[in-house]
Structure formats: structure tokens, C-alpha cells
């Protein structure tokens, strides 16, 4: 099963207000575990980069000025989630902003039949009830080695992507230490070992003795 954990970062936090999206991540997965294989891009929002949002992510309007505009990157997008499983942490976020975007170039959306989507959150709600379950706080709380000084999108996917890891078992899941092969060689070999079954006949002593071991767990 191919899944994609994906994250943006943009430029505020409604897309009626004009905001628009700086930076896709995404990282397969396959039967939940990553894969290896990523795809990003940084997007020239063509507006000024609010200061607040500068804050969080540190993308400039220097350093976008040069990127791809959206529509120059989104067939690349598409054709790397294609019709795959969506991992989206807070998808009444992401999803919305991506579909406002794609609706003004083309009207191909991403929606729930073509790819299912798992939103994180939700999922972190139901697992840790009144705990935080930001992007964050599970990084922290299922020990994720992943250095995160300011939000990215392409870092931010690979969080989630071992988040959810984590959540559908974690790594343990796919160690098989011992295969069946293995296995039916040391079930057949204990068939085959001969144990001794020489019988010890209680003394009346060690009766007597029992029995004032009992009287004195019992007291």
C-alpha cells in the first residue's frame, strides 16, 4: 500500500485573504513505513511574506522570488501523490489551500475518492485524548530523532510520516527476527529431544515442612 505524508507551508492562515502557499513536502510511505523517496518544492506566492509567517518558516520574499509560481509545479505534485493515500496533519488546513490554489489554474481537485485522506490529528485526538497533539508534541512523545528549529514543509512531512509510523505500530512491526523456517526447525528439534521424567517421592519431613511453610505465609 503507497501512502504520502504531506505539509505545506504558506503565508497566512486564510486562503480568502489572499494567502498562498510557499512550500510542499511529501514523503512516501509504503505499508506505512517511508520509503526513502521525497519530493519539495519552494513556491513564489507572488505577494509579499507576511512578518508573522516569516517567523515561523524563515522563507523570505529574496529567497521566493526566484521559485517556480504554482501552477509551474503542480503537475509535478500530482503525478508524485497520484492516486495514493494522503497523510495530512490537520487536513481542514492543508487540503483547502491546495485545492484553492489547483481551482484557479485547472479543475482537477484532490478529494477523498481519488485519494483517501488520514488526518493525524484527528487520529492523535482519539490515541491521546486531552493531550497536546500537535505535529510537535508527538515528535517529542514517540522519541523521533528529527531536529526541528523552525517549520518546514519537507521536514514537517518527514515527521509525520514517522508519526504515523508510530502509530500503526512503529518499526518493531517489520523486524522478523526468526523466520517460519526457522521456527519449524526448532519445533521440530524440541519434538525430538528425550527429557527425563524421573519421579521424586516426597519425605515425610519435607511434608511436615511444607505444611508450617504455608501456616506462616498464611499468618
Given at each position: 500500500m503507497r501512502s504520502v505524508a504531506l505539509d505545506i507551508e504558506t503565508t497566512g492562515l486564510n486562503f480568502l485573504e489572499g494567502h498562498k502557499i510557499v512550500e510542499i513536502g511529501?514523503?512516501?510511505?509504503?505499508?506505512?513505513?517511508?520509503?526513502?523517496?521525497?519530493?519539495?518544492?519552494?513556491?513564489?506566492?507572488?505577494?509579499?511574506?507576511?512578518?508573522?509567517?516569516?517567523?515561523?518558516?524563515?522563507?523570505?520574499?529574496?529567497?521566493?522570488?526566484?521559485?517556480?509560481?504554482?501552477?509551474?509545479?503542480?503537475?509535478?505534485?500530482?503525478?508524485?501523490?497520484?492516486?495514493?493515500e494522503l497523510i495530512i496533519h490537520n487536513s481542514r488546513f492543508d487540503l483547502p489551500f491546495i485545492n484553492y490554489e489547483i481551482e484557479s489554474?485547472?479543475?482537477?481537485?484532490?478529494?477523498?475518492?481519488k485519494n483517501k485522506i488520514v488526518d493525524t490529528l484527528g487520529l492523535a485526538k482519539k490515541i491521546h485524548p486531552g493531550q497536546s497533539v500537535s505535529l510537535d508534541a508527538l515528535r517529542k512523545r514517540y522519541n523521533i530523532n528529527i531536529e526541528r528549529k523552525n517549520h518546514g514543509a519537507l521536514l514537517d512531512a518527514e515527521i509525520l510520516a514517522e508519526v504515523f509510523l508510530e502509530m500503526n505500530g512503529g518499526r518493531q512491526q517489520f523486524m522478523n527476527l526468526i523466520s517460519n523456517t526457522e521456527k519449524q526447525e526448532i519445533k521440530t528439534e524440541l519434538t525430538r529431544q528425550k527429557?527425563?521424567?524421573?519421579?521424586?517421592?516426597?519425605?515425610?519431613?519435607?511434608?511436615?515442612?511444607?505444611?508450617?511453610?504455608?501456616?506462616?505465609?498464611?499468618?
Open positions: 511529501c514523503v512516501e510511505l509504503l505499508n506505512n513505513f517511508p520509503s526513502g523517496q521525497k519530493w519539495q518544492r519552494y513556491v513564489n506566492p507572488e505577494r509579499t511574506m507576511p512578518e508573522e509567517a516569516f517567523k515561523i518558516h524563515g522563507l523570505s520574499d529574496d529567497f521566493l522570488s526566484d521559485k517556480p509560481k504554482f501552477s509551474d509545479i503542480i503537475e509535478s505534485l500530482l503525478d508524485f501523490i497520484k492516486d495514493s489554474i485547472k479543475n482537477e481537485l484532490i478529494n477523498p475518492v527429557y527425563s521424567k524421573k519421579i521424586y517421592e516426597i519425605t515425610e519431613q519435607e511434608k511436615k515442612s511444607h505444611k508450617e511453610l504455608l501456616k506462616f505465609i498464611k499468618n
